[in-house]
């Protein structure tokens, strides 16, 4: 049996099924333009009952219906109006969990906020001063207060906020840059006009509702950016872990890149690094290795291993060496020191007179943390789904995140995210909702209230070790990426990854995610500029309209013995448009019905030799099935496309034009409908035109200026040349 038997066989199988349609004249659709795809079930009508019966009935299926809108039913669901407490659960989420909280669902939250703050306390302090170059207390605040307004606007309950360190690493490279120029400037001031410029770019974007921006970003821009960071985490790290950064300030010229930094520990690391501050370092280094290499292997038969924390374990650890042997005096080992809250003395104000004459130097910088930030808990609240497992809004988490910056900022504290894999040990150390972080910033209160004396014997060099470990997890997933893309052939995004990774790495991270961002938006648009539009022709001996392009292209590829040749029209051009027409691609658009004129397709190059000439082309179908929007400009081009055809004596005729008001205002309101051969009732037309039961043919009432389908179309013409 042929392909074509079977293609034949089939349709008259549907035939059998669900009667004989293609008799039924007050059909306007025929039966291969209606099951071609579910969005013609609109173009349906009621007294068509064998087609109704076959795509809408079913005893399984169950049914729900809506009132009109705008018919001014004051009792119309969607017209009504709502109260505070209809729209409060969606403003505030918090008013969602409270009233179902539950003490099974506190005992969860309070284990899990405990793990979490066993880990989470390290890093803060670890970012604040070995990344952002700020006061130890700045990340402490960060983990501390963000939680508490997270719960009240954050809609994901499993997401833990707090200081991120690529973040701090991007905030500390501006900082440290600021610094080194004019040491009077207050760090904490500084990273509380980081912090607030971040929240109020964040609440801006949140309430504009432009949290469609966290789609635009590509994941290999954000592998780029991640990998990179991590990158540069390590080489940061290197340097405190060796005790260099005296002598790095004091070396001539200038080690703020990634590179530069590398150059001076081949040139200066072997001579002059401090052993016992190396000997501490990799001791911590190797001990936290094996241990999450043990835990690795552990987890797959003891789930609770993974909760184990072993950065509490080693801070600790070396907490109590350090006090014990006094690391400091005796052997040189720099530690945190004596800090407390006395620079904390009074709330911050990051809009005063003397602040805001930073805010040019900084602001750049707070958009790149808010813009980073954003993508970095968009892409973590996706994953970990909304509450009662909703979606999750982009709008709601900006404006969350948004709040919550902001009032961070008047603490100093370090710009805080949700990040994913502290998130997912959150999740699985029995958390039931955001409380669980509300009790990891009590603790981290507590510890900043009665454990400074404590704190202050970690040696400097232990917080970057942990800072170098957060660098080799942000590495481990780059290979897999790429290898996945090499095994797909994304070469995009290779040269996304390799582009952000290099600028990083050779100047700073904020130039390397601008390059990744202008190169994604440069692809973005160059896409969005190509028109899709197909060249349709039909399958030989079956009522079926192909892409002749694709159908070629594919048989092609595959070396099909039996493909169906497709039957094209020598004075007419069949073309489908199956995307939205804007101002980017209808330009692009006359170009390919000038090439699909020509050459017959839209791949051919415009320099090939032509295959027809254009006088042979006397009429012109276009097919809008799946242009589902239209702008006034794209509308104005295409006049113009038509009144051109119009000149030359050629017939436009418009099919299967989408039910939507927007697209047929303005079609008709800029004289398109004018220029277009219009679908006349009186002229009975293929299939729809046939005999009924009694013998007399039926009027097919459709819209006048529009075909129903390309077999009218057709048939249209045949009449005309006939």
Request: charged share 20%; glycine share 6%.
């Amino acid at each position: 049996m042929t392909k074509q038997d079977s293609l034949l066989g089939k349709q008259q199988q549907l035939r059998r099924n669900y009667g004989a349609t293609e008799e039924n004249s007050a059909n306007p659709y025929s039966l291969t333009d209606r099951l071609d795809t579910e969005s013609d079930i609109f173009s349906i009508r009621k007294d068509d009952r064998d087609i109704n019966n076959f795509l809408l009935s079913s005893p399984r299926r169950s049914r729900l219906f809506v009132n009109n809108v705008g018919n001014g039913d004051d009792n119309n669901t969607l017209n009504s109006k709502h109260s505070f407490w209809d729209v409060a659960p969606y403003y505030m989420p918090c008013f969602v969990w409270i009233p179902t909280y539950s003490w099974h669902m506190l005992l969860g939250d309070l284990i899990a906020g405990i793990s979490l703050a066993s880990f989470q306390i390290p890093l803060a302090l670890s970012y604040a001063t070995s990344l952002a170059h700020v006061e130890p207390l700045c990340g402490l605040y960060s983990l501390a207060i963000t939680p508490f307004v997270y719960a009240i606007f954050g809609s994901v309950p499993h997401m833990i906020v707090g200081p991120e360190g690529a973040l701090s690493l991007v905030m500390g490279q501006t900082i440290e840059k600021i610094m080194s120029h004019n040491e009077e400037l207050s760090s904490i001031n500084l990273a509380a006009i980081v912090t607030f410029i971040a929240g109020l770019t964040l609440l801006f974007a949140g309430i504009c509702r432009i949290g469609f921006l966290g789609s635009v970003l590509s994941r290999a821009l954000l592998r780029g950016f991640i990998s990179s960071v991590g990158f540069v985490m390590v080489i940061n790290s290197l340097v405190s872990e060796l005790k260099l950064s005296k002598l790095m300030q004091e070396t001539p010229g200038h080690h703020h890149t990634a590179f530069e930094k590398v150059l001076f520990l081949i040139e200066y690391g072997p001579e002059n690094y401090h052993r016992a501050t190396a000997l501490v370092s990799a001791s911590c280094f190797s001990i936290l290795m094996v241990i999450r290499y043990t835990k690795k292997i552990l987890s797959k038969r003891f789930k609770w291993v993974v909760i184990f924390p072993e950065i509490l374990f080693v801070v600790v650890l070396m907490i109590y060496f350090s006090a014990k042997f006094d690391f400091k005096k005796n052997y040189g080992i720099a530690t945190l020191g004596d800090f407390d809250s006395g620079n904390f003395g009074g709330l911050i104000n990051p809009i005063s007179k003397e602040n805001r004459s930073l805010f040019s130097t900084l602001y750049s910088v707070g958009t790149v943390v808010a813009l980073l930030g954003f993508f970095e808990s968009t892409t973590a609240s996706k994953s970990l789904g909304g509450i009662d497992n909703s979606t999750v809004s982009s709008n709601r988490e900006l404006i969350a995140m948004g709040i919550m910056n902001l009032g961070a900022s008047i603490f100093g504290a370090l710009p805080a995210f949700g990040g994913y894999g502290r998130s997912k040990i959150n999740a699985m150390s029995g958390a039931q909702s955001v409380v669980s972080g509300v009790f990891m910033g009590f603790i981290t209160l507590f510890t900043i209230r009665y454990l400074l004396p404590i704190i202050r014997f970690i040696p400097t060099c232990v917080l970057s070790v942990i800072t170098t470990i957060v660098g080799i997890s942000l590495l481990e997933e780059a290979p897999a990426d790429i290898k996945f893309h090499i095994a797909c052939h994304g070469y995009n995004e290779l040269i996304i990854f390799t582009l952000t990774f290099l600028a990083t790495i050779f100047y700073s991270v904020d130039v390397g995610i601008t390059i990744g961002c202008v190169y994604s938006l440069l692809y973005i648009v160059r896409r969005s500029a190509k028109s899709r539009i197909q060249i349709l022709a039909k399958v030989e001996g079956v009522d079926h309209f192909v892409n002749a392009d694709e159908y070629h292209t594919y048989h092609h590829s595959i070396s099909s013995s039996d493909t169906l040749n497709l039957e094209h029209f020598k004075d007419c051009l069949v073309v489908r448009i199956p995307e939205p027409l804007t101002f980017s691609n209808t330009e692009d658009l006359k170009e390919r019905l000038d090439r699909l004129e020509r050459f017959g397709s839209v791949n051919s190059h415009p320099g090939s030799k032509d295959i027809r000439s254009r006088e042979t082309v006397k009429y012109v179908i276009i097919d809008m099935k799946g242009m589902t929007f239209i702008d006034s400009s794209s509308v104005q081009i295409l006049k113009e496309i038509i009144t051109e055809y119009k000149k030359r004596n050629v017939t436009v005729i418009f099919t299967r034009v989408p039910l939507n008001n927007e697209i047929r205002f303005r079609l008709q309101k800029s004289g398109i409908t004018d220029l277009i051969m219009h679908y006349d009732r009186s002229v009975r037309y293929g299939t729809n035109s046939r005999p009924s039961v009694d013998g007399q043919l039926q009027d097919v009432s459709v819209d006048e200026a529009y075909f129903p389908n390309i077999e009218e179309a057709l048939q249209a013409i045949e009449i005309l040349v006939g």
